[in-house]
């Protein structure tokens, strides 16, 4: 079965310092998201990608993060300038581009630890 | 803002039994819903989902119900198996929407 791959599945890194978290969707998935999970808290949306534009983020996506799909197959999410309260699961998500609901399909995460 | 609530952080089943698990949402405008598995060091798994023009949807050994006018869904495991331990997240969006929201999870302990 298909499925969502992240690497690294482990990312430390010192403050301050910008960090690349890494995701190859479902091939031929048209949609793509981050997550991120805080250690003990539940998951949020970050920002959703579609037609190599945003189309929907949160109030968490502030200008330090950026994403981008730079191959046709990565979709990558950028930390410029990491902070403390930055550590937490960041999860990749993708999606169908068929009409009507569907589910979402995650990765295994990558855990982001910001000393 | 607590969207979607999942009111119980645990829950405990012998194994064979029953597992029910609740979800509450206050969004009125959620017009489809989900929930997911996540095993530790995993992502969440799709189980099942449900669109707000049905009442039940069933696959296998799980089957969601919804109760538009109470807010509420849930999600029947029948029988439990010691492998369905895991935290059980429920999901919601709106008009084909871009934007999963989850409540925080119940941890399911199914007990041999």
């Known amino acids: 079965e298909p499925e969502v791959t992240q690497t690294p599945s482990h990312q430390v890194t010192q403050m301050g310092q910008e960090v690349i978290l890494r995701c190859v969707p479902i091939s031929n998935h048209l949609y793509f998201y981050w997550y991120r999970q805080i250690l003990g808290q539940k998951v949020e949306f970050l920002v959703s990608f579609y037609n190599n534009e945003i189309s929907e983020k949160s109030e968490i996506f502030d200008d330090q993060f950026s994403v981008e799909r730079p191959d046709g197959s990565n979709f990558t999410l950028k930390i410029r300038s990491t902070k403390l309260e930055d550590s937490a699961m960041y999860f990749c998500?993708?999606?169908?581009?068929?009409?009507?609901?569907?589910?979402?399909?995650f990765g295994d995460g990558t855990r982001l630890s910001i000393l | 803002d607590q969207q979607v609530k999942q009111n119980s952080p645990s829950l405990s089943v012998q194994e064979g039994r029953i597992s029910i698990l609740n979800c509450d949402y206050t969004?009125?405008?959620?017009?489809?819903f989900l929930w997911y598995k996540k095993y530790p060091a995993e992502g969440p798994t799709f189980l099942i989902s449900?669109?707000?023009?049905?009442d039940k949807n069933e696959d296998g050994r799980f089957t969601v119900f919804l109760n538009k006018s109470a807010k509420h869904l849930s999600l029947h495991i029948v029988p439990s198996q010691p492998g369905d331990s895991a935290v059980y997240f429920c999901a919601a969006t709106f008009n084909y929407g871009q934007n999963f929201v989850f409540g925080p999870g119940t941890r399911l302990s199914v007990l041999p």
């Open positions: 969004n009125s405008m959620f017009d489809y």
């Open positions: 998500a993708s999606r169908g581009g068929q009409l009507g609901n569907q589910p979402q399909h």
């Open positions: 449900i669109s707000s023009i049905k």
